[in-house]
């Protein structure tokens, strides 16, 4: 499986850059990791040798208007349990029925 990740990554100063970071290692265990960050480059080496870092500008529009966050912050457990995009998430070990 291949995913597309928007987030933030250092020189950006965030908590959230520092996690995704933190993150990042752990998703590729299991798929094809895809970063996609704004216009500047990763200060982590690693990170750059180890994924492939796109601009975000790049990602096809069609693909944006119907993402898998979308259908995952559904609040009606049931829609999101019979989603594809959640039973992908969970396949992965990302996500848990309430």
């Known amino acids: 499986m291949r995913i597309a990740f928007f987030s933030p990554l250092n020189p950006v100063q965030s908590g959230i850059s520092d996690y995704s ?4 290692p752990y998703l590729a265990r299991g798929v094809t990791v895809d970063v996609y ?11 750059a040798a180890q994924f492939t870092v796109r601009l975000a500008s790049a990602f096809p529009a069609a693909q944006r208007a119907v993402s898998c966050a979308d259908h995952v912050r559904r609040p009606q457990w049931r829609i999101r349990l019979r989603s594809p995009c959640w039973q992908q998430y969970a396949a992965a070990g990302l996500g848990h029925a309430e």
């Not at 480059?41 to 990170?47: G, K, L, Q, T």
């Open 37 to 47: 960050i704004d216009k500047y480059r990763p200060s982590n080496a690693a990170i």
């Open 21 to 24: 970071e933190e993150l990042l």
